[in-house]
């Protein structure tokens, strides 16, 4: 298993299992099979309605961020080595990033509502933002392939920090250090010349035990976590809610291709099951206090659709400006700069510990797919930026 054919079966091949190749024979089947076993696995794509920045377009929020930053390239901010040297751009860049900020998408409440009707046996997630615990999903029930926000510790004595105080840091921009040796404290997140986490190889026989795979929001282009759907036994459904049809899914006869974005297909996975009303309510739960809609008794009557659609407008608008700055600002540097030696990918790579390359390492990843371990929808803004400045 894991090395299927690329070739995409005809709508009209007869599945095995399934009534029909649709998402409402899949629902059926999950209702008439009472299916319990089912794993999840996901990626960025879930997570962009919520509101974190996409890193695809150069004018993004984020993307400002690691020009402003001015790190030799946009890897460096999570590589293990220059970490080491510069924690500030990370912590930077956290600040923006850190649990808390963002609400929860619907697919993130999906997620939860599988687990709370007693059918999720693992979800497995390639994003750090937590934002599947926030919907209400148990830590145990999640697989951060490449580490989250959720916990933090020394890099040099691996000693825990406590999460008040890690918060008050990310909150400040401020650098945390160990209380025991006063080494440098990170989030548990995957850096270049990390391995991953042992959790991700200890669970990934899990996909073939499954009796249902969900595939949501995701290139999978990155390994070792795009081989996981290929470990699905034949005859197991396994149904791709994306943009694009991506990893060979759609190649079984039983595989359900959903393509869009994956709140809508999410909502109507939901109305097949019958679970629309469910999931709605759970989602409105994860409402920010400070969100339209969320207020208390004292806070007045909310405003209306046109007032928040304007307050919207008004946002991106002075984003923009502030964006198309940056960028500009940062080009003059980078055209100042072309003759300066930097610190290159080859060169962190060499300071990464060569224990780790050991194929769950990211130490020796170069390329416009590079930093994907982390935000895999950098991959296009990184290109974008090689070519505009080769060196």
């Known amino acids: 298993m894991g090395n299927e054919s690329s070739t995409v079966v005809d709508e009209e091949t007869i599945p095995s299992v399934l009534e029909k190749r649709t998402i409402e024979a899949v629902a059926n089947y999950i209702l008439e099979k009472d299916v319990r076993r089912i794993v999840v696995m996901v990626g960025a794509g879930i997570s962009t309605s919520a509101g974190i920045p996409d890193f695809r377009s150069p004018d993004t929020g984020i993307y400002s961020n690691l020009a402003y930053l001015d ?52 979800h497995f997630s390639q994003n750090i933002d937590c934002l599947e615990r926030l919907a209400g999903v148990p830590g145990e029930m999640i697989v951060e392939a490449h580490g989250s926000f959720a916990t933090q510790r020394c890099i040099d004595c691996k000693a825990a920090y406590p999460d008040d105080r890690m918060k008050a840091a990310v909150d400040k921009g401020e650098v945390p250090h160990c209380p025991q040796c006063n080494g440098l404290v990170k989030p548990d997140i995957v850096f270049f010349g990390e391995a991953l986490p042992s959790d991700f190889f200890d669970s990934r026989d899990l996909p073939e035990q499954a009796d249902l795979c969900i595939v949501m929001g995701t290139s999978l282009t990155v390994q070792p976590f795009a081989s996981l759907p290929g470990f699905c036994r034949d005859g197991v459904p396994r149904v791709l809610i994306n943009m694009e049809r991506v990893g060979g899914l759609g190649s079984r006869p039983d595989d359900v291709l959903v393509l869009g974005d994956c709140d809508t297909g999410v909502r109507r996975f939901a109305r097949a099951l019958g679970w629309e009303e469910e999931l709605e309510a759970l989602w409105e739960t994860t409402k920010l206090p400070e969100e339209p ?56 790579a060499d300071r990464a510990d060569p224990a780790n390359n050991n194929g769950s390492s990211h130490a020796g990843e170069t390329g416009t797919e590079g930093l994907a371990h982390v935000f895999p929808h950098l991959a296009q803004a990184t290109k974008k930026l090689s070519l505009e400045n080769p060196k």
Do not use: C, M, W
Not at 71 to 79: G, K, Q, R
Not at 310 to 316: A, G, H, N, P, S
Not at 332 to 343: A, E, N
């Open 71 to 122: 790190l030799p390239d946009p890897e460096a901010v999570f590589d293990i080595g220059f970490f080491r040297e510069n924690p500030k751009p990370f912590y930077t860049l956290a600040r923006e990033l850190a649990p808390g900020r963002y609400r929860p998408t619907i697919a993130h409440s999906f997620i939860r509502l599988l687990y709370e009707k007693g059918r999720l046996l693992k």
């Open 293 to 348: 809609g969320a207020q208390t008794a004292e806070d007045g009557p909310s405003r209306t659709r046109e007032e928040q659609l304007q307050e919207e407008v008004e946002r991106l608008t002075n984003e923009v400006d502030r964006t198309l700055g940056i960028s500009q600002a940062y080009e003059q540097r980078v055209r100042q700069q072309l003759g300066s030696p930097v610190v290159g990918k080859a060169d962190r």
